[in-house]
Structure formats: C-alpha cells, structure tokens
C-alpha cells in the first residue's frame, strides 16, 4: 500500500469513517462497514449528486427499485449470459486472479507473475459470472434461484413505461436511481475502491435516437465538472473512452472519468451509450410494449440512453485521497507543527460546525451549550470539550470540518464567540446574535 493509501485508510479507521466489517471476528475481505462520519460524508455525497442530477433538473425523477428482481430482468438484460470476467489460476499455489487485472502487472518481457507465490504459470481462463446468487423461500432448487442486482439500472428501464407515464414527461428525460448493487468481484481490493457490496448513483436518460451522441457528449461533461466543482484536483482527473474491444455488451460507446489514486489511473465513473439495447431487450422478452409515443412527430420508438454511473464508495474514497493533506503550521511559541487537513468540499465536510467551549469551566459550559443549540438544527455540529483547545482544533481539521466556534471568557461578557475557519484557520470575532446567518452564508 501506498502512503497516501495507508495514511487516509487509518485516518478512515482512526476516525470512524470506514473500517472492516465484523472486525472482532478477524473481518471479511472486501467487506467495509461506515462509522458515524462515513455515514455523514455518504450523505453528502448521494445529496451533491441528487441535487445536481435531479433536484435542480426539470428533467430527471427519482424511482427505488428492489435489489432483488426477478431472474427474468437478468436473463433479458444479458447479465447471466454475459457479465463475466476472466478469471486464472496460479497452478502452483491455486489463487484466483482476474487475467486482465494480471496482465497490468506484466513486466517488460511480458512474463506475468503470480502476485502470491510468484509462480508463472496460470490455468485457461474462464469466464466467471459475477452475479451474486441467493435463494427465495425454503426451497434451494434451481426455481427458487434469484439474483442480487449488479447495478441499479435495469430498475431503471424495466419500470421505464409506468414512470414515463407517472411524471409525465417528454423526452429527453432522466430516471435517477441510488441504492446498492452487488457483484462476486473476483478480486476487491484497494480498500473500498473494489467491493462486493457498493452503491451506486445512477441515471438513464432516454433520449431520441439520432441525438445520443450529443447527449453523451453532454453527460460527460456534466460528469466532469460535478468533480471539478466539488473541489477535485483537475490534474487527477482525466476522460479516457473506451477502445472498441473493451465495452460492455450493451454499449455503443463509453468515457470513463479517471481518478489518479495511489494505484493508478482508474475508473472512477463511466457514462455509456447504451443505445435501446436493454428496452428492447425486456421488450423481446417480456412481450409488454416499452415504446415512447412521440407526440410531435406522432411516432411510436424505442429511446436511446444515456447513462453516468458511479460508486459512492468510490467517490467517497476519491474525496478522502484528493482532500488529504499534511501541513506546517506556525505554533503561538514561534516553532512550527504539523497538521493533517480533510480539504473537504464544504458541501461534503461531514461535520459542518464544531463548537469548542476554552474549557470545561462550569460558566463557560451553559454559554457553549446554548451556542450548540443555536446551530444544531441547521447542520451537523459537534461539541467538544475534551482537551487543549489546540488539539481540539487539529481533531476538526483532520475530518475536515469546516468552522469551529469557540466560547471564550470574554463571549459570557460580550455575547461574541471566534469562528475558526478550517483552511486559512483565521479567526474572526462575531455576536451570537449573527452566527447562525453567518455561517448560513458561509456554508
Ligand atoms: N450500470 C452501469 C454500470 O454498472 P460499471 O462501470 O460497471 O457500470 C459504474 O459501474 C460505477 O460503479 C463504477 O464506475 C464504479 O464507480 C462503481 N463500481 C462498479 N463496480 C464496483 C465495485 N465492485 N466496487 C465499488 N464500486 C464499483
């Protein structure tokens, strides 16, 4: 693991953000569970991405489909058929590895080694479906088989019709959808970037056929920008479509949007052009009619669409690595120290307001309170006063926390607290009286 990995995988751990799951039973691999500030920061993050693709949008709603679906969807949709990946086996030591996640490793001769033993030699490879399988009822028999969905898009087309007809919409419109999906990843890996279990933000966005290309061209776009505007560094991203070969079954074309991590360029969402291939799929097999009624042009055709996807674990560790830093900072003696900073988007910040009381002098301790009170109902605040008021601020800076308010002596005389802003961590003096709309301008 890379430094940058290990220090944001502890400070993740440290601060209850995400750490193994089951730990006290040696943990499960690939499994994560999120503590109180993950689960703050996931928030976040699904409301940023809410918020620019459908709350602010005239032409994109919402639907929750179930994780579990009919085996029929899936069949229709191509994933048991085809949602594989190829998977070796080292001959020597017998551990299974993805083959085009091993030939990245190749050395310059092209000789690829076992990452385990070091072994060169590697079985065929098969395909293996990634498709977590489970069954329904008190029967395990081959009719009882269900699936746990491997993205939430096919909720998307399947309810395509009811929803189409429920809101009313025109084309081009959007079906926005953030829920779990599941896959038997053959190798997870790299923390929370590769799991079993994630979640996704998704969007199908059924267009007319003829004008996919520009809104594809649109959606990247967009995509990259939501990045860029929640304050990741433009260098660590990149676009990067796809060659020919390497798209999925249902794509006509597709534009990663890369994340330089630790380990590599990778995908850190993908938008697709996944032309009428799943409607018409679920069409064919279902026999139900999942046209669109073109009333201007009095015309029946099956949409084409448009879809970015991402992962909020992905996204959520992308917002760790970029936000972390490790900084000099002048000490009141005239030396210097050291802090750790979440750079955090102010939308993301798990914790948007800390409030610190000097002490826990018993005067001080009713005033703090009553200031915590004041902005408790507008965001996600903290109270602490356990420690140097120094350290306190250092514990805020490293979740990114973007305000800390302290009540002084001085603030039980002129009913003024210091607002401490995380990045500059200058410090303004403000009546109680305007905190709240101050902070509300601010945040
Ligand atoms: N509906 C299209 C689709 O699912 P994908 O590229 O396989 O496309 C979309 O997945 C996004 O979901 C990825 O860009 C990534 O952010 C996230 N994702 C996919 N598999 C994941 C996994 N095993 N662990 C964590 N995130 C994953």
């Not at 356990?386 to 250092?394: C, L, P």
Request: charged letters at 30%.
């Amino acid at each position: 693991m890379t430094d940058l990995m290990e220090a944001v995988t502890s400070l993740a751990k440290r601060r209850g953000i995400a750490f193994q799951s089951a730990e006290i039973y040696g943990g499960l691999r690939s499994s994560w569970d999120y503590g109180p500030l993950g689960v703050e920061l996931r928030r976040n993050i699904r409301n940023a991405w809410w918020r620019a693709n459908v709350q602010l949008r005239d032409d994109v709603v919402g639907v929750e489909a179930a994780v579990i679906t009919s085996p029929k969807v899936w069949q229709a949709s191509g994933h048991l058929e085809t949602f594989h990946d190829p998977l070796v086996e080292c001959t020597n030591c017998h551990q299974r590895f993805r083959e085009d996640h091993l030939q990245l490793s190749a050395n310059a001769d092209g000789i690829v080694l076992c990452p385990n033993c070091g072994g060169a030699e590697f079985t065929e490879p098969k395909q293996f479906n990634l498709m977590l399988k489970t069954f329904l009822g008190p029967i395990e028999d081959d009719d009882a088989i269900a699936y746990l969905r491997p993205e939430t898009a096919q909720g998307m087309f399947v309810n395509f019709p009811a929803i189409q007809a429920v809101a009313r919409k025109k084309l081009p419109f959007g079906i926005a959808q953030v829920g779990k999906s599941f896959r038997n990843e053959i190798t997870p890996g790299n923390f929370i970037f590769r799991t079993r279990e994630f979640e996704q933000m998704e969007m199908e966005f059924f267009v007319e056929p003829g004008t996919d290309d520009e809104w594809f061209a649109y959606w990247v776009e967009r995509r990259m920008n939501w990045y860029l505007d929640l304050g990741v560094s433009k260098e660590k991203l990149r676009l990067r479509p796809h060659e020919t070969e390497e798209l999925a079954h249902y794509a006509k074309a597709a534009t990663d949007v890369e994340y330089e991590f630790p380990f590599g360029w990778q995908e850190l969402e993908g938008i697709a052009n996944r032309t009428d291939f799943d409607l018409n799929a679920h069409q064919a097999a279902s026999g139900e009619d999942l046209t669109y009624f073109d009333q201007e042009k009095e015309e029946r055709y099956l949409p084409f669409v448009i879809e970015p996807a991402v992962g909020v674990d992905r996204a959520l560790l992308t917002f760790l690595l970029d936000a972390y830093r490790v900084e000099e900072v002048p000490t009141a003696k005239g030396d210097t120290d050291k802090r750790t900073v979440l750079g955090l988007h102010r939308d993301l910040a798990p914790i948007k307001v800390a409030v610190l009381p000097l002490s826990r002098n018993e005067k001080l301790v009713p005033e703090a309170r009553r200031v915590h009170d004041l902005v408790k109902p507008e965001w996600i605040t903290q109270y602490d006063d356990a420690g140097a008021i120094g350290r306190r601020y250092r514990r805020q800076d490293e979740v990114g926390t973007p305000f800390c308010v302290t009540v002084d002596f001085d603030s039980l005389d002129d009913a003024q607290v210091t607002v401490r802003e995380r990045d500059s961590m200058a410090q303004e003096r403000l009546p109680i009286a305007n905190l709240v709309a101050y902070l509300k301008d601010q945040l």
